[in-house]
């Protein structure tokens, strides 16, 4: 899947990683064809988490840890777990700190 396809197809992921940065780290384009299953998932995931959080708010949480592999998973698992919380929530407050000075951690409250 090429950039431009993954742009199109996750207007979301796009929308928190960047489309520059997609452009600038083409070794995305392997990572999402691999697991297309997964990425479709995540869109998904985002698109239910929007309403109740904002995109600001996903962004600020996730953009460093889907632009990273070593985290990607991670927030992959992290976004599907907020998302189902979500789903049976009024409310829903996410909060990411991920300074490596501290401890790093994640919370949601629903």
């Not at 998904?44 to 949480?61: A, D, E, F, I, M």
């Not at 991670?74 to 000075?101: K, N």
């Amino acid at each position: 899947m090429l950039v431009d396809e993954i742009i199109f197809a996750f207007p979301l992921l796009t929308s928190i990683v960047r489309e520059k940065w997609l452009h600038q780290n083409l070794w995305y384009e392997d990572i999402i064809s691999l697991r297309l299953v997964w990425y479709e998932q995540l869109e998904r995931n985002l698109r239910s988490l929007v309403p109740k959080v904002g995109l600001q708010s996903l962004r600020k949480c996730y953009r460093s840890m889907l632009r990273d592999t070593k985290s990607m998973w991670t927030s992959l698992y992290e976004i599907t777990g907020v998302s189902l919380v979500g789903e049976a929530s009024t409310s829903l407050e996410i909060h990411v700190p991920r300074d490596d000075s501290s401890n790093r951690n994640f919370d949601d409250k629903a």
